[in-house]
Nanobody, 129 residues
Framework: QVQLVESGGGLAQAGGSLRLSCVVSGSFSEDYAVGWVRQAPGQEREGVSWISSIDGNTYYIDSVKGRFAISRDSAKNTVYLEMNRLKPEDTAVYYC??????????????????????WGKGTLVTVSS
């Protein structure tokens, strides 16, 4: 059983920075990825970024490219999302998610929902203007 525990988040001013952390416990039998999905008030969930377990390849949605950086510390089983130059539109609940790598790839290709099997409880990020 995989469990995800997020930390970080909180309140930041526009232009500021925050870092999210996700501790991953458990294991997968195949190649997997860990990432972040966010949901803003009244909006649908969207995949923000993810990182592959096999080669560390990363993905970002266009709206965060150049501002957010995802990384992993394998020794600590932790994935980080460094969020810089924050904007009010980044305000959302951020969920750490994990699943087989192929499901992340399919979500990007199909521009479909991130219906992953494993979710953290979410952490709120609020960016004030």
């Amino acid at each position: 059983q995989v469990q995800l525990v997020e930390s970080g988040g909180g309140l930041a001013q526009a232009g500021g920075s925050l870092r999210l952390s996700c501790v991953v416990s458990g294991s997968f039998s195949e190649d997997y990825a860990v990432g972040w999905v966010r949901q803003a008030p009244g909006q649908e969930r969207e995949g923000v970024s993810w990182i592959s377990s096999i080669d560390g390849n990363t993905y970002y949605i266009d709206s965060v490219k150049g501002r957010f950086a995802i990384s992993r510390d394998s020794a600590k089983n932790t994935v980080y999302l460094e969020m810089n130059r924050l904007k009010p539109e980044d305000t959302a609940v951020y969920y750490c998610v994990a699943d087989l790598l192929v499901k992340f790839i399919n979500a990007v290709i199909s521009n479909g929902p991130y219906e992953m099997d494993y979710w953290g409880k979410g952490t709120l990020v609020t960016v004030s203007s």
